[in-house]
């Protein structure tokens, strides 16, 4: 089992950039893949983001591409997602995911095991 915990939420005007981090309990996440996942009121949850941990290979939902950024960190067995240029319809809560991917490349599609228990990203002036 693979417990996570997301921080790295809160308010932001338009414009502006916020950095949430996935942290996960687990020693390695070498043969995993972490996906950022949102849902705002009212609306079905939405894929944003994954990277495969393994080989670094990385995918965006076109809402997001060129905004936001997704790294990982193994030593921290953390991953990063880097907001920037937020607007106010990026505002939702946002969750991470995992699941064992092996060496291939994650999609958004994918039936992710372990959810976190989300942070609020709230954009607005």
């Known amino acids: 089992q693979v417990q996570l915990v997301e921080s790295g939420g809160g308010l932001v005007q338009p414009g502006g950039s916020l950095r949430l981090s996935c942290a996960a309990s687990?020693?390695?996440?070498?043969?995993?893949?972490i996906g950022w996942f949102r849902q705002a009121p009212g609306k079905e949850r939405e894929g944003v983001s994954c990277?495969?941990?393994?080989?670094?290979?990385?995918y965006y939902a076109g809402s997001v591409r060129g905004r936001f950024t997704i790294s990982r960190d193994n030593a921290k067995n953390t991953v990063y997602l880097q907001m920037n240029s937020l607007k106010p319809e990026d505002t939702a809560v946002y969750y991470c995911?995992?699941?064992?991917?092996?060496?291939?490349?994650?999609?958004?599609?994918?039936?992710?095991?372990?959810w976190g228990q989300g942070t609020q990203v709230t954009v607005s002036s």
């Open positions: 990277i495969t941990i393994g080989t670094g290979s990385t």
């Open positions: 995911a995992t699941l064992r991917v092996g060496w291939r490349s994650c999609t958004l599609r994918d039936e992710y095991t372990y």
């Open positions: 687990r020693s390695t996440l070498e043969n995993y893949a």
